[in-house]
């Protein structure tokens, strides 16, 4: 492939954006023409060829600037390679298991013909924005779970499959 590719996410406290910049350093390491935006700032997927679309995790719902750019864009990401990846679990259960997506990223999955999700830990310090996530941290359960080995692991197959179609 010798498009550009998007990489884009949702996040709040910036974690999801840090993974979102890791995937899209390796990409470009592989050769590839790559743009990483907040996915509220995208208003057309149509100068991409494929596309990686990052959400935080909440509650159990991917972050809602993640779901309404897949809603806004479903139709011409249904024509492109597309991956997805959720971050959010404050603990070492991501690196220890595959953990299935959530519900809603479930369906996406089918209707847009995702190519592959993956889920990896998240990470919640102290100056996290929101009163959810100042409770888990005075709580004791924040922390820096993501594994940025994996995440370039991971980034490193969705390279080598756009740059062998």
């Known amino acids: 492939m010798t498009g550009t590719v998007l990489v884009t996410y949702g996040t709040t406290n910036g974690s999801t954006a840090a993974i979102a910049e890791a995937i899209a350093d390796v990409l470009r390491k ?28 909440y509650a159990g719902r991917w972050h809602k600037d993640a779901r309404r750019f897949l809603r806004r864009h479903r139709t011409e990401l249904a024509e492109r390679p ?46 996290a924005k929101g009163r959810v996530a100042g409770m888990i941290l005075r709580s004791g359960k924040g922390g820096d779970f993501r594994d940025f080995g994996v995440i370039r692991t991971w980034a490193q197959g969705v390279a080598e499959a756009l740059t062998h179609e």
């Open 30 to 57: 592989d050769g590839l023409t790559v743009e990483s935006l907040p996915a509220r700032s995208v208003t057309s997927v149509r100068p991409y060829d494929a596309v990686v679309v990052g959400g935080a995790l």
């Open 82 to 127: 597309l991956w997805l990846f959720s971050s959010g679990p404050l603990d070492a259960s991501a690196s220890q298991r595959d953990i299935p997506p959530v519900r809603g990223v479930q369906r996406v999955m089918t209707r847009l013909h995702v190519r592959e999700h993956v889920t990896f830990g998240g990470c919640l310090q102290e100056g």
